[in-house]
């Protein structure tokens, strides 16, 4: 990994050095759905898929085959929801309570793409980190606005792996006299191997006589992400 980040600051550096010289840097941006297929471990822990957005920014010089950028993921792999009394002694109003578990991630990546206008093969190293969370919320039964929350578990993993995909140009952006983004339908998937985390999934907490505990898996948290979206090149 020591040699994958002197690469991720050597392309940072030439970029930004290059930048007077060259005066032609090209930024993308990027929306995605993407779910989450977990693998290995965490695979035979979590029997159930992974679903959320994906967003990234990177920057590269135009012309040239190599970006450098940030990816950032939120995903809900397991979801639980209940109705309970507001209180033992307003046993008459009733909320809902709903269980995420969840798990955000990080990356910062390398990206080597060819410099075309319509049709972008891409592959991506990355490199960064995952925080496994459940949080279960309170909310008005009515108008499902939020009363209380809090969070029951957490954890952090290192993740890093590699990924790729395609872009399609589907709006041409020079073509417009006053300058816009160039729009391109985004298709690819990343695996993102992780180290040992601690977590919860669905049925993990336990209520017992106004008590709870937890029922604390442990693994690797490696995973399969495929992912559909949008990308904005400028």
């Not at 990177?58 to 040239?64: E, M, R, V, Y």
């Not at 990080?106 to 080597?112: A, I």
């Not at 991506?124 to 009363?147: C, M, R, Y």
Request: hydrophobic letters at 40%; glycine letters at 10%; a negative charge.
């Amino acid at each position: 990994m020591k040699s994958f980040f002197s690469l991720f600051c050597t392309v940072l550096v030439v970029l930004t050095i290059s930048q007077p010289a060259s005066g032609q840097l090209r930024t993308e941006a990027g929306l995605s759905f993407a779910v989450g297929v977990p693998q290995g471990e965490f695979g035979d822990q979590v029997d159930n898929l992974g679903f959320g957005i994906d967003a990234f920014g990177a920057i590269g010089i135009k012309g040239l085959p190599l970006m450098a950028g940030i990816d950032l993921n939120v995903q809900v792999y397991g979801h639980e929801r209940r109705r309970e009394p507001f209180s033992t002694t307003i046993p008459d109003v009733t909320v809902n309570v709903a269980t995420d578990n969840n798990m955000f991630s990080g990356h910062f990546f390398v990206r080597l793409q060819p410099d075309l206008p319509v049709f972008r093969p891409y592959a991506d190293a990355l490199v960064g980190f995952k925080h496994l969370f459940t949080q279960t919320e309170i909310t008005n039964e009515s108008f499902d606005e939020p009363i209380a929350s809090s969070t029951n578990f957490d954890d952090n993993a290192f993740s890093y792996g590699f990924g790729g995909g395609i872009q399609f140009r589907v709006y041409d952006g020079e073509r417009n006299p006053e300058g816009s983004a160039s729009v391109y339908i985004d298709l690819g998937a990343k695996y993102l191997m992780g180290s040992e985390a601690e977590y919860l999934k669905e049925g993990s907490i336990r209520r017992e006589n106004g008590k709870v505990s937890y029922d604390i898996s442990r693994s690797k948290t490696t995973v399969l992400m495929p992912y559909l979206g949008v990308s904005l090149s400028f």
